[in-house]
């Protein structure tokens, strides 16, 4: 068994991704046991996941509708998850715990939708500056967190609670107070001008929605990727997350770096927050932090704060959010069957370092056993 675990997940190249699909394949074989225990075919509800997210066509659809409908509001549900995740992975690289994406998506789509989204801007102006609005709300957020850090050895996990749930009542307060809808009692509706998903687009014969960010998205990833692994900033901010008293010999600036990785953080937390309380979603729940913030931990550490692998960890992961109530409907089963696949991903993930090193430390014995003999 020792052997075939340092076959498959041994070896320095890829290994990371190797341990990442074993994490999702445990959770798969854990979903399949459930299923079956509960007299559900695993095949039948993984499918049903899949035709959920638009991935894969339905028996039958409502009117003006089809799969395409479905998979553009997979897009727009998707888009601000990258965002998310990419700020926990940013944040991770500088070896900081941004557990306060939730409150930095919140205030970015509390002042974007509170200004702009009230307002009867046209939309060439309204969009961008829903944009710039909420990355300067989330980047600030984020700047406060790091310096609580550098300035006061504040760890980032308590201050970022703290925040989270500071924002939360604030603004809870402010939309109960001015802006709440008195039939839903969330936020008032924003103006389609300023909203950054285009809703009930009517087109060959369908009605879906466009998600006009998610292309900024899969470009935020790969300008991530370039600055973490070709610039003297990603550089420096790896450097101080691996070790700051190397950092520090190495003349790097801790206070420097923690704070600018934390700001970076933030901005993509902002951006995430407009494309969903600005996008996909067009008003805000008083209240409620959005669980997204905390489902991006997942999806980073899935992904390996690799931007480009947190593309491919934020499709499984909405696969799985946005298929539930589908598979939930028909097969008759709670919708927490795919929280529950998400949290032994999570597990594993969080785990990939241990698994790293148990793999090393049978690959060293082997090596020992066979140099003896």
Known sequence: MKKILVKLLGGEKLQMVRISLFAILISLIVGTII??????????????????????????????????????SFLDALTPMIFASLAVAVAFRAGMFNIGVSGMMLAAGFFASATVGQS????????????????VAGALV????????????????????????????????????FFVDSVSRQSKTISDASRLTLPAVQAFGLKFNIPLAF?????????????MNKTTIGYEIKAVGMGKKAARYA?????????????????????????????????IQPGVVPSMGFNAIAVALLGNSDPIGCIFSSILITILSKGSIYMSSQQGVDIEISDLITAVILIFAACSEFIKMYIGKISMETKKEVHRT
């Open 35 to 72: 299923l079956a225990v509960l007299g559900k075919s695993p095949l039948a509800a993984y499918t049903n996941l899949l035709q959920g997210s638009g991935l894969f066509p339905k028996p039958q659809y409502a009117g003006r509708q089809s799969m395409f409908t479905d998979f553009m």
């Open 120 to 135: 009867a801007m046209a939309a060439p102006i309204a969009k961008p500056l829903v944009l710039i609005i909420g990355i």
């Open 142 to 177: 984020g700047a406060l967190i790091g310096w609580l850090k550098y300035r006061f050895n504040i760890n980032e996990v308590v201050s970022s609670i703290m925040i989270n749930y500071t924002l939360m009542y604030i603004f809870t307060f402010f939309i109960n107070t």
């Open 215 to 227: 292309p900024l998205a899969v470009i935020a990833a790969v300008l991530m990727w370039f600055i």
């Open 251 to 283: 003349g790097i600036s801790i206070s420097k770096n923690i704070i600018l990785a934390m700001t970076i953080s933030g901005a993509l937390a902002g951006i995430a927050g407009v494309t969903y309380f600005c996008g996909y979603n067009a008003s």
